[in-house]
């Protein structure tokens, strides 16, 4: 009877520890799946944090390309502006010229 008693705690004790196993075991593989999906989230929101990135800068550059098209157009009127300019003085001045009431 004290052998079967022992060999029936044994029995119990080997239970009882593979059921601590299997438990440890699977605590791990439910907290190694929430760090997957914690890892996949993140990634995620890099991600879109790249995209959002890559699209503002798509806009600087469109803006800054807008702003050098203005810029240009800006010098190209001023230069118009000043042959407009320096041909109306040439028109003035050969007015004067010939005018025989200049004086």
């Not at 439910?30 to 890559?54: F, P």
């Not at 503002?56 to 000043?82: D, F, G, I």
């Amino acid at each position: 009877m004290t052998t079967f008693i022992v060999v029936l705690i044994v029995v119990a004790a080997i239970v009882v520890m593979s059921a601590i196993v299997f438990a440890a075991k699977r605590r791990n593989e439910v907290r190694t799946e929430h760090r997957r999906a914690e890892a996949r989230d993140a990634r995620d929101l890099a991600r879109a944090g790249r995209l959002e990135a890559d699209r503002q800068a798509a806009e600087a550059e469109e803006r800054a390309a807008r702003a050098k098209r203005e810029q240009l157009a800006a010098e190209q009127q001023q230069l118009t502006a000043a042959r407009h300019r320096s041909a109306a003085h040439d028109l003035e001045s050969h007015a004067d010229e010939i005018d025989p009431d200049a004086g």
